[in-house]
């Protein structure tokens, strides 16, 4: 574990274009190394499908202990549509460490970058900065792997708990108040279907009552579906939202959708203890090897690393590196920086060289 500003990081790159997307993250952490007193050692590990099809497993036992020891977690896109479990699921590695390591929330921000084109009118102007909070452990999602199939009908059970409820209530509440002190609207909003299911009615219970502890962040209650059509005509309206697993998992690509794709979408499943890094897209194997995937979301996650670890630890000049990093991303998006996805010329090396350059 970290010893004052060094930081063991294990690095699972995974499948497609994962390991294409994480070398640019590594490059971005080096330079940050020679621009402050951070030190990282990283530790590669197999995880994905491609493990699977080599061993029958999607992460050995090794590379689950190497996270378990390391500070932080670095995950590329992991998992390919041609391979799957006998029960035709694909392999998954960024659900189970969820499970694994009780990473509750998910942490899903959502910026457009000045110089990147949004699909919402007026949203170059009024700006998006929003953040949806993912429960990673429960939800429908809890039925992983547990479902009940016949002949006749199919049952997926969804579970959400008071204890993880609490928790993941906590840590929304405290990331909204994090964001009022850096100058945000620091309000939050509970997204749910109380209206219909007892599960969320439940779920909205437990916000309420921990809204009581936290009376300096505004809140607000939205039914999913209003939640949704709200957010394709004012994103700028929104800035903290909190939801069950699967709703989480939906919006959360909805909103990367507005700030310019799933390529430029970063992520973080965090717990009470560990926490992993790794962008919302997946492994894109029909780019992959030819040097057309967007790093962005990848540094950006290895933003969030540094920013966390700053929280984690108490070491300040973590959470600089970590505004550094965005910094220098705005800078060259700013300047005309265009991927392969927005129509544009630039590739992996351009954009890498490009965010090195500017930091």
């Given at each position: 574990?970290?010893?004052?500003?060094?930081?063991?990081?294990?690095?699972?790159?995974?499948?497609?274009?994962?390991?294409?997307?994480?070398?640019?993250?590594?490059?971005?952490?080096?330079?940050?190394?020679?621009?402050?007193?951070?030190?990282?050692?990283?530790?590669?590990?197999?995880?994905?499908?491609?493990?699977?099809?080599?061993?029958?497993?999607?992460?050995?036992?090794?590379?689950?202990?190497?996270?378990?020891?390391?500070?932080?977690?670095?995950?590329?896109?992991?998992?390919?549509?041609?391979?799957?479990?006998?029960?035709?699921?694909?392999?998954?590695?960024?659900?189970?460490?969820?499970?694994?390591?009780?990473?509750?929330?998910?942490?899903?921000?959502?910026?457009?970058?000045?110089?990147?084109?949004?699909?919402?009118?007026?949203?170059?102007?009024?700006?998006?900065?929003?953040?949806?909070?993912?429960?990673?452990?429960?939800?429908?999602?809890?039925?992983?792997?547990?479902?009940?199939?016949?002949?006749?009908?199919?049952?997926?059970?969804?579970?959400?708990?008071?204890?993880?409820?609490?928790?993941?209530?906590?840590?929304?509440?405290?990331?909204?108040?994090?964001?009022?002190?850096?100058?945000?609207?620091?309000?939050?909003?509970?997204?749910?279907?109380?209206?219909?299911?007892?599960?969320?009615?439940?779920?909205?219970?437990?916000?309420?009552?921990?809204?009581?502890?936290?009376?300096?962040?505004k809140t607000d209650r939205l039914y999913i579906d209003?939640?949704?059509?709200?957010?394709?005509?004012?994103?700028?309206?929104?800035?903290?939202?909190?939801?069950?697993?699967?709703?989480?998992?939906?919006?959360?690509?909805?909103?990367?959708?507005?700030?310019?794709?799933?390529?430029?979408?970063?992520?973080?499943?965090?717990?009470?203890?560990?926490?992993?890094?790794?962008?919302?897209?997946?492994?894109?194997?029909?780019?992959?090897?030819?040097?057309?995937?967007?790093p962005t979301g990848m540094i950006l996650s290895a933003?969030?690393?540094?920013?966390?670890?700053?929280?984690?630890?108490?070491?300040?000049?973590?959470?600089?590196?970590?505004?550094?990093?965005?910094?220098?991303?705005?800078?060259?998006?700013?300047?005309?920086?265009?991927?392969?996805?927005?129509?544009?010329?630039?590739?992996?090396?351009?954009?890498?060289?490009?965010?090195l350059a500017a930091l």
């Amino acid at each position: 574990m970290s010893a004052n500003n060094a930081f063991h990081i294990a690095v699972l790159a995974g499948d497609g274009i994962g390991p294409e997307v994480m070398a640019p993250a590594i490059e971005v952490l080096r330079k940050i190394e020679t621009k402050s007193g951070l030190s990282f050692r990283f530790t590669e590990a197999p995880a994905g499908a491609n493990h699977y099809l080599a061993t029958g497993k999607s992460m050995p036992d090794t590379t689950i202990r190497l996270c378990e020891d390391a500070d932080a977690i670095l995950l590329g896109a992991c998992g390919l549509p041609s391979v799957r479990y006998p029960d035709n699921t694909e392999i998954a590695p960024q659900i189970e460490l969820r499970f694994i390591f009780d990473l509750y929330a998910g942490v899903r921000p959502a910026r457009l970058i000045p110089g990147v084109p949004s699909p919402i009118v007026g949203a170059d102007q009024r700006g998006i900065d929003l953040v949806v909070i993912r429960e990673s452990t429960e939800g429908l999602f809890a039925s992983m792997g547990k479902g009940v199939v016949t002949h006749e009908e199919a049952r997926e059970t969804m579970v959400i708990t008071r204890k993880t409820s609490e928790r993941l209530f906590e840590f929304s509440f405290r990331l909204a108040e994090r964001r009022k002190a850096r100058g945000k609207p620091g309000a939050l909003a509970c997204v749910d279907k109380a209206n219909v299911f007892k599960a969320f009615a439940f779920f909205r219970g437990i916000f309420d009552e921990i809204a009581k502890r936290h009376p300096e962040v505004k809140t607000d209650r939205l039914y999913i579906d209003a939640c949704s059509a709200m957010l394709v005509k004012r994103p700028w309206d929104f800035d903290v939202m909190v939801m069950e697993n699967m709703f989480g998992d939906i919006v959360s690509d909805i909103t990367a959708s507005l700030i310019g794709g799933l390529g430029m979408a970063p992520s973080a499943d965090i717990g009470d203890k560990y926490a992993v890094f790794q962008p919302c897209h997946g492994t894109a194997p029909d780019i992959m090897g030819q040097g057309k995937a967007n790093p962005t979301g990848m540094i950006l996650s290895a933003a969030m690393m540094l920013d966390w670890l700053a929280d984690k630890h108490g070491v300040e000049g973590a959470a600089e590196a970590g505004e550094q990093v965005e910094r220098a991303v705005d800078k060259v998006y700013a300047g005309g920086l265009k991927p392969m996805e927005f129509g544009g010329s630039n590739g992996t090396a351009d954009i890498t060289k490009a965010v090195l350059a500017a930091l």
